[in-house]
T-cell receptor, first 111, second 111 residues
């Protein structure tokens, strides 16, 4: 009955690799988001998709590419991982852009 | 979090009331939120208030909004050890479909 789920929960990888994080919501929401939370707990939006269309892209490096195969899924692909990419990445979804429901997070560690 | 400010840390004794404060800068914000993040977990929406309201109460939680001073507070009555977490203040500026978060206030409840 999980509303917003992410996989994997933990991801440890070497610098330079390419990795993906998956997100799925079963709430029937039209809008999905990716947030990055750094080591100081600062939470910042990266992307937002509405009905599979990109509506927010907040000065994120080109190495990050979101992909939305359908409105229930928003995956995040990261190329050429760097040390600074280490963070917790949260997916969220919303019906109207206001009340957002968050996934449990994916802790990415780049070595 | 450059538009939403919070103090970083608050310590209270179990059974006392906690008051977490937040200052936001966008006077046109439509929704203001309080999220809770327990260690190693995702964000949980605790409560939110519309910008045309002054107060909202939900069991032990009371949200006060002072629009003139752009000040939002969360009061937790009879604070319990389970309330120990990081509390994020957030806003949705009018016309945007994103939520801007504060830096988070870490609440420590002493038994």
């Amino acid at each position: 009955d999980t509303a917003v789920s992410q996989t994997p929960k933990y991801l440890v990888t070497q610098m330079g690799n390419d990795k993906s994080i998956k997100c799925e919501q079963n709430l029937g929401h039209d809008t999905m988001y990716w947030y990055k939370q750094d080591s100081k707990k600062f939470l910042k939006i990266m992307f937002s998709y509405n009905n599979k269309e990109l509506i927010i892209n907040e000065t994120v490096p080109n190495r990050f590419s979101p992909k939305s195969p359908d409105k229930a899924h928003l995956n995040l692909h990261i190329n050429s991982l760097e040390l600074g990419d280490s963070a917790v990445y949260f997916c969220a979804s919303s019906l109207d852009g206001n009340e957002q429901f968050f996934g449990p997070g994916t802790r990415l560690t780049v070595l | 979090g450059e538009d939403v400010e919070q103090s970083l840390f608050l310590s209270v004794r179990e059974g006392d009331s906690s008051v977490i404060n937040c200052t936001y800068t966008d006077s046109s914000s439509t929704y203001l939120y309080w999220y809770k993040q327990e260690p190693g977990a995702g964000l949980q929406l605790l409560t939110y208030i519309f910008s045309n309201m002054d107060m909202k109460q939900d069991q032990r939680l009371t949200v006060l909004l002072n629009k003139k001073d752009k000040h939002l507070s969360l009061r937790i009555a009879d604070t319990q050890t389970g309330d120990s977490a990081i509390y994020f203040c957030a806003e949705t500026p009018r016309g945007y479909q994103k939520v801007t978060f504060g830096i988070g206030t870490k609440l420590q409840v002493i038994p």
